[in-house]
């Protein structure tokens, strides 16, 4: 076997330079292999395609390796590790019977570019041959071989080729290592008239020790000011508590700024009834109570309630559903709950401010039977996270959002507001988590220790057509999922977050792990008898059936074509260029933010993000789609890779709900109702909307900085039919 990646990376060049200057011809054994686009669901094969380059007296062979979608309950399929799985498909075409190299068959092999491990995909047969991989960078290999069981290959290479994320390499570019100036970054220092000292009142982000630096990004600042509570001392905020309404019920939620203690660290900050998070609300399926929010901060506000299905004017969102609720004001908001499941309320106005500094809750709408397994004790779980100094936060830009490119990634992780969370459970036995993201922008990748079982049985609006184990939670902002745990014996459990973050100055996939919490189980003996029916994997005949009537659906043609992309203004000569080398690759997810100082110093005033409809053009709030009450409408959303910054987008869409009913093409093989979605970098997902709700609904981005750098529009459905006729 060939040891050497000099080796093969040469071979590599020599074979690209020969076949340009002899590019192969079509013969007998069929067409020309290539990562042309074949449909228009097809992810974007710059990103998920690898053409296979041949050997140099092999030059009529043609190869390529289609990355495609795995399916997964959560749209992006990781392992417990972070690391990103692909099923490959490799086709093949003009090589030379084996024979005639003096060889048997032709294999095909993945490896990594240090040549360990090496992954055997299996016998090429027909000119084809499907495997599957979890590897960061990896390469493909086609060898021709006599023995087809061994487990490294043995014979000669006759096709290769790396894969797109192989494009990421140490950055030389000295503008960037050693600082330059520009229009917008002169070498004195000045950005848009902001120092860059700290004397303008920002403190520096904390860079994160692993990462690579770029010394002429350390001097950037955001071109806003610093937004900080005014005023104080405040009271100390309490931990959230449980609040159970009756149908009729009347909530009063005042929004207040209060103090906080995290990790040693004094912050002032808001919360609902002085709580963090705020009041968790428990209500019955059907039921109707009213919330009196006073607005007792500094900015205008509007509350909310993210993924019921309620009359359009208590939405919540300013400017469309309702006048923005200014300070010392008061408003009502009328909310039912037709759907039993797990949801969340939050700020809607300056979310990248009023969110991230604590103004959410949760709501748990219960049933009567209820509908899931029976279980030993019930958890709502909301996940966030903070940017924090070693004495403070850093805190959110007043003008406009800092943080617009990739949106403000914290440091410090926060369950149920608290970043040292502890869950006991006085025996073994089961646990059902109704799990939320409110952090801005950080899509989490939650696990337990191996050995300990977990199944997934519902997310945002209800349960899965069938139930599934897990090894973890994919979760981004705004989702929600709810699954199972069997606990067997005593002993304590973290709550693990891990990824695999990407180093893009120094070239490298790094693993990251941090710790939620942990679940610490008592008692003594064998699990309680609530685990004995835990080990089935059960079936939702009732929510197939439900599903059964927009199944006419899943074949035709799409009624929209939404487009995901960007644009990028008057930013900083350094940043520029770090992001054109940047963009010679995008990870389906950004895990992390691995890139602060550029991230911070963007702001809503340089960065524009779009939602475009492919048809007419028209971007965000110049989008014009109406449907009437009981359509369904079949939307293609597709998330362009050839921008600037491309990266993942989690889209919600306001007081209806949704079936994901195919990923490039692939059809999602275990339905739930949906509200929000999170679609990669450079793929496409044609999702069913159920129009069942009457008004003007606002479709965005959930990543607070993108929904405030412009990415957001209104989908308007009239009750009745005639609206399209006019």
């Given at each position: 076997m060939i040891r050497s990646l000099s080796t093969i990376l040469t071979l590599a060049l020599t074979a690209h330079a020969v076949a340009a200057a002899n590019p192969p011809t079509?013969?007998?054994?069929?067409?020309?292999?290539?990562?042309?686009?074949?449909?228009?669901?097809?992810?974007?094969?710059?990103?998920?395609?690898?053409?296979?380059?041949?050997?140099?007296?092999?030059?009529?062979?043609?190869?390529?390796?289609?990355?495609?979608?795995?399916?997964?309950?959560?749209?992006?399929?990781?392992?417990?590790d972070g690391v990103h799985r692909y099923r490959l498909d490799l086709r093949v075409a003009h090589l030379p019977a084996p024979e005639a190299l003096g060889y048997t068959r032709y294999v095909a092999w993945a490896t990594t570019p240090m040549l360990r491990p090496v992954i055997r995909l299996g016998e090429v047969r027909g000119g084809r041959v499907q495997g599957e991989v979890a590897l960061e960078k990896f390469m493909v290999v086609v060898t021709a071989e006599d023995d087809?069981?061994?487990?490294?290959?043995?014979?000669?290479?006759?096709?290769?080729?790396?894969?797109?994320?192989?494009?990421?390499?140490?950055?030389?570019?000295?503008?960037?290592?050693?600082?330059?100036?520009?229009?917008?970054?002169?070498?004195?220092?000045?950005?848009?008239?902001?120092?860059?000292?700290?004397?303008?009142?920002?403190?520096v982000p904390p860079m994160d020790p692993e990462q690579t630096m770029l010394p002429g990004m350390m001097a950037l600042r955001p071109d806003v000011a610093p937004y900080r509570v005014a005023g104080g001392p405040y009271p100390p905020a309490r931990p959230s508590e449980q609040r159970r309404l009756e149908d009729g019920d009347t909530l009063r939620l005042v929004a207040a700024p209060v103090a906080r203690s995290i990790g040693g660290r004094g912050l002032t900050m808001f919360a609902f009834?002085?709580?963090?998070?705020?009041?968790?609300?428990?209500?019955?399926?059907?039921?109707?109570?009213?919330?009196?929010?006073?607005?007792?901060?500094?900015?205008?506000?509007?509350?909310?309630?993210?993924?019921?299905?309620?009359?359009?004017?208590?939405?919540?969102?300013?400017?469309?559903?309702?006048?923005?609720?200014?300070?010392?004001?008061?408003?009502?908001?009328?909310?039912?709950?037709?759907?039993?499941?797990?949801?969340?309320?939050?700020?809607?106005?300056?979310?990248?401010?009023q969110q991230e500094l604590g103004l959410y809750g949760t709501i748990l709408v219960e049933e009567d039977p209820a509908p899931w397994n029976k279980v030993d004790t019930e958890n709502v779980l909301i996940l966030d996270d903070l940017l924090l100094t070693p004495t403070?936060?850093?805190?959110?830009?007043?003008?406009?959002?800092?943080?617009?490119?990739?949106g403000r990634f914290g440091n410090t992780l926060l369950v149920n507001g608290e970043s040292d969370y502890r869950l006991d459970l006085p025996r073994p036995g089961t646990a059902r988590f109704f799990l939320a993201n409110a952090s801005n922008t950080r899509t989490f990748n939650l696990s337990l220790p191996d050995?300990?079982?977990?199944?997934?049985?519902?997310?945002?609006?209800?349960?899965?057509?069938?139930?599934?184990?897990?090894?973890?939670?994919?979760?981004?902002?705004?989702?929600?999922?709810?699954?199972?745990?069997?606990?067997?014996r005593p002993g304590s459990f973290p709550l693990i977050n891990r990824v695999q973050a990407l180093d893009k100055v120094g070239g490298r996939f790094l693993a990251a792990v941090d710790t939620f919490g942990?679940?610490?189980?008592?008692?003594?003996?064998?699990?309680?008898?609530?685990?004995?029916?835990?080990?089935?994997?059960?079936?939702?005949?009732?929510?197939?059936?439900?599903?059964?009537?927009?199944?006419?659906?899943?074949?035709?043609?799409?009624?929209?074509?939404?487009?995901?992309?960007?644009?990028?203004?008057?930013?900083?000569?350094?940043?520029?260029?770090?992001?054109?080398?940047?963009?010679?690759?995008?990870?389906p997810v950004e895990w992390s933010g691995t890139m602060e100082m550029m991230n911070w110093a963007s702001t809503g005033r340089d960065v524009r993000w779009i939602l475009r409809d492919a048809?007419?053009?028209?971007?965000?709030?110049?989008?014009?789609?109406?449907?009437?009450?009981?359509?369904?409408?079949?939307?293609?959303?597709?998330?362009?890779?050839?921008?600037?910054?491309?990266?993942?987008?989690?889209?919600?869409?306001?007081?209806?709900?949704?079936?994901?009913?195919?990923?490039?093409?692939?059809?999602?093989?275990?339905?739930v109702w949906k509200d929000t979605f999170i679609l990669p970098v450079g793929e496409t997902a044609?999702?069913?909307?159920?129009?069942?709700?009457?008004?003007?609904?606002?479709?965005?981005?959930?990543?607070?900085?993108?929904?405030?750098?412009?990415?957001?529009?209104?989908?308007?459905?009239?009750?009745?039919?005639?609206?399209?006729?006019?």
């Open positions: 079509a013969g007998a054994q069929g067409p020309t292999a290539t990562c042309d686009r074949e449909n228009a669901v097809q992810p974007d094969p710059d990103l998920y395609c690898i053409s296979l380059i041949p050997v140099p007296d092999l030059l009529d062979a043609t190869g390529t390796v289609r990355l495609e979608h795995l399916p997964t309950p959560f749209g992006v399929a990781v392992t417990r087809v069981d061994r487990d490294e290959w043995a014979g000669r290479i006759v096709l290769r080729g790396m894969s797109a994320s192989s494009r990421v390499l140490p950055v030389d570019d000295p503008v960037m290592l050693m600082g330059a100036g520009s229009p917008n970054q002169p070498s004195g220092g000045d950005h848009a008239g902001h120092s860059n000292t700290d004397a303008d009142g920002w403190p009834n002085g709580q963090y998070p705020g009041p968790a609300i428990r209500v019955v399926r059907g039921s109707r109570i009213v919330v009196q929010f006073e607005n007792g901060i500094g900015l205008p506000g509007a509350i909310h309630w993210h993924g019921l299905r309620l009359e359009n004017p208590s939405d919540g969102v300013p400017h469309l559903t309702q006048d923005p609720v200014e300070p010392g004001g008061t408003h009502f908001y009328t909310l039912d709950f037709p759907d039993q499941g797990i949801y969340w309320y939050h700020a809607h106005h300056r979310e990248d401010i403070g936060a850093v805190p959110p830009g007043a003008e406009a959002a800092t943080h617009a490119l990739m050995g300990i079982a977990m199944k997934l049985v519902g997310s945002d609006l209800g349960l899965f057509e069938r139930e599934e184990w897990i090894e973890s939670v994919v979760i981004a902002p705004g989702e929600r999922y709810v699954f199972e745990v069997l606990f067997e942990v679940v610490r189980v008592g008692g003594e003996g064998a699990a309680s008898r609530s685990a004995n029916g835990f080990e089935p994997l059960r079936d939702n005949p009732a929510v197939t059936a439900e599903f059964d009537p927009y199944r006419e659906h899943l074949d035709r043609a799409p009624d929209h074509t939404l487009q995901l992309s960007m644009q990028v203004g008057d930013l900083p000569f350094s940043v520029m260029t770090m992001m054109r080398t940047d963009s010679a690759y995008f990870h048809d007419t053009g028209h971007e965000n709030e110049a989008i014009d789609w109406r449907f009437s009450v009981g359509e369904v409408a079949k939307i293609r959303i597709v998330n362009e890779r050839g921008v600037l910054h491309a990266m993942h987008h989690p889209i919600h869409l306001h007081g209806q709900r949704f079936l994901v009913i195919s990923r490039n093409g692939v059809p999602v093989p275990n339905l044609d999702v069913l909307v159920e129009l069942s709700n009457p008004g003007a609904w606002m479709l965005h981005c959930h990543i607070a900085e993108h929904l405030e750098s412009g990415m957001r529009t209104v989908l308007h459905v009239d009750p009745s039919s005639a609206f399209l006729q006019e």
